[in-house]
């Protein structure tokens, strides 16, 4: 049977610091050499007996290809490419000897593992039996599950680093190897599995890792990232208290000029005299005048009532002896004292409303300043004249 193509060397780099030769170069310690050396016989003695059960496997030498396998297994350190190798062949060698209880269970590490292995080859039936029947355990169970958490970050630092074991039905997991990249420096640190969470301590701001999953004899059954593709965890740094700021003043605004206002020469304009307050003798005219018209007119109303009350007389109807028939003597009498009495009364009040009128007219003319009056003799005695 050929090598996996995914078998590999993996060597573990010890970092160490070498005194320096007079040439400038350095030279290892023994201890130093012999670590290098112990790293790579490591996995070339595994692959030794995964060499050497293959051979017996051909040869149909089950017992020995099952002892070398066995061998194989107790190597320390072993890859995943390598363990799942030994277990493959394993679960062909004990099915094939009819040990088809250990057979299943070492199938059943493979799928846990490699949840889509294939059995590749020509076997017989009480090979491919086993196979199917840890197949079918596989519908049933989850395959080993595990993946690497966000760190915790506290006070502006990572101070944690974690693992979740999602799923292990086997309970293949004994620890988990944690490789931190720090500054340019790698560090490691295997911590036991005893939850389903485990947990690496850190005390950085920033730095890249990456892990591997350990079974039995630290086998490799998972990796998770790589060197070459580490997970980044970076913690916020803590903020920095600034000073406020204090608030600044509001703008001021821009003096406006005040505006310049041409003084003109004022006009000279025809000077007239204020209006006066009316002297009181000048209303006491217009009162004597509204009173004259107003009398006056009382006087013409009585004037055409007794018009009125003598055509009632005059015109009362005769007969053709010229007696009048229309008015009783009585009646005719109290409309002739009625008459008389109306028409008296209507020269009364004529004569007063026209001295009033004329005593109106006469204070109007004395409240003028600029009236000037005079008495002028007359044909019939003396008159006013005067100029206004």
């Not at 051979?55 to 070398?68: C, V």
């Not at 004022?266 to 004597?288: C, I, K, N, Q």
Request: glycine share 8%; hydrophobic share 45%; aromatic share 4%.
């Amino acid at each position: 049977m050929q090598r996996s193509p995914n078998a590999g060397i993996r060597i573990r780099r010890e970092r160490n610091r070498f005194p320096r030769t007079s040439a400038g170069g350095s030279v290892p310690p023994v201890s130093a050499l012999r670590t290098l050396l112990l790293c790579l016989m490591l996995p070339l003695a595994a692959w030794a007996q995964v060499d050497k059960a293959e051979k017996a496997l051909r040869e149909l030498e089950y017992p020995e290809a099952l002892k070398a396998l066995e061998a194989a297994k107790k190597q320390v350190g072993n890859d995943r490419a390598t363990t799942l190798r030994i277990h493959e062949l394993s679960a062909i060698v004990l099915a094939t000897l009819g040990q088809d209880a250990k057979a299943l269970k070492a199938f059943q590490v493979v799928f846990s593992l490699a949840p889509d292995f294939k059995l590749a080859g020509n076997h017989p039936p009480r090979v491919t039996t086993v196979f199917y029947e840890a197949r079918g355990w596989l519908d049933q169970h989850k395959p080993l599950e595990v993946r690497q958490l966000p760190g915790v970050a506290r006070q502006g630092l990572i101070t944690e680093l974690q693992v979740e074991v999602g799923n292990d039905p086997l309970k293949l997991i004994k620890e988990v190897r944690f490789y931190l990249l720090v500054d340019g420096k790698v560090s490691e640190l295997e911590v036991p599995v005893t939850g389903p969470v485990v947990v690496a301590p850190a005390e950085v701001q920033r730095l890249s890792w990456w892990a591997v999953v350990l079974g039995e004899k630290k086998a490799v059954l998972a990796e998770l990232a790589s060197k070459g593709s580490p997970r980044i965890e970076a913690a916020a740094p803590l903020p920095v208290a600034v000073k406020p700021k204090s608030p600044e003043p509001p703008p001021q605004p821009e003096p406006v000029p005040a505006p310049v206002v041409e003084e003109k020469e004022p006009e000279l304009t025809a000077w007239e005299e204020p209006p006066r307050p009316m002297p009181g003798t000048r209303v006491a005219s217009f009162a004597l005048l509204g009173s004259g018209v107003a009398v006056a007119g009382l006087g013409l109303a009585f004037g055409a009532m007794s018009e009125g009350t003598k055509a009632k007389v005059t015109g009362a109807e005769v007969d053709a002896s010229g007696r009048v028939v229309g008015l009783t003597q009585k009646d005719a009498l109290a409309l002739d004292a009625q008459q008389r009495t109306e028409a008296s009364l209507a020269n009364v009040f004529i004569i007063t409303g026209a001295a009033l009128a004329a005593g109106g007219v006469t204070l109007l003319i004395l409240s003028l300043d600029d009236t000037k009056v005079a008495l002028v003799p007359t044909f019939g005695g003396v008159g006013l004249a005067g100029s206004f």
